[in-house]
Nanobody, 128 residues
Framework: QVELTESGGGSAQAGGSLTLSCVAS????????MGWFRQVPGKEREGVAT???????????DSAYYRDTHFTISRNAANNMITLRMDNLRPRDAALYYC??????????????????WGRGTQVTVSS
């Protein structure tokens, strides 16, 4: 079992930045890929970015999804940690952000059912 612990959520003004962090209790074959999903009430969870913890390969959605908010995912493999830097936040980016983990084969996939482990989520709010 892999436990994921998120931190770094909070409030930002439009145009501001936030950085989310997630630490995995252990990296095994089932958690070599980690990433971030987000969800707003009444909508499906959406994948934001993923990263292979060992290779550092990053995966993003089509650029149109992010519009003018800039997301950067990175990892610190020694500490089983990933971060998501969000710049130029907009109110539409407000959501509950979940850290996820899964085996290598799910890296770069955006279906929530593919991911094996989920954190509890950290809330991001953006004021206009």
């Amino acid at each position: 079992q892999v436990e994921l612990t998120e931190s770094g959520g909070g409030s930002a003004q439009a145009g501001g930045s936030l950085t989310l962090s997630c630490v995995a209790s252990v990296i095994t074959h089932s958690s070599r890929c980690m990433g971030w999903f987000r969800q707003v009430p009444g909508k499906e969870r959406e994948g934001v970015a993923t990263i292979h913890v060992e290779s550092g390969s990053t995966y993003y959605r089509d650029s149109a999804y992010y519009r003018d908010t800039h997301f950067t995912i990175s990892r610190n493999a020694a500490n089983n940690m990933i971060t998501l830097r969000m710049d130029n936040l907009r109110p539409r980016d407000a959501a509950l952000y979940y850290c996820v983990a899964g085996p290598t084969r799910v890296c770069g996939t955006w279906e929530s059912d593919n991911w094996w482990y989920w954190g509890r989520g950290t809330q991001v709010t953006v004021s206009s």
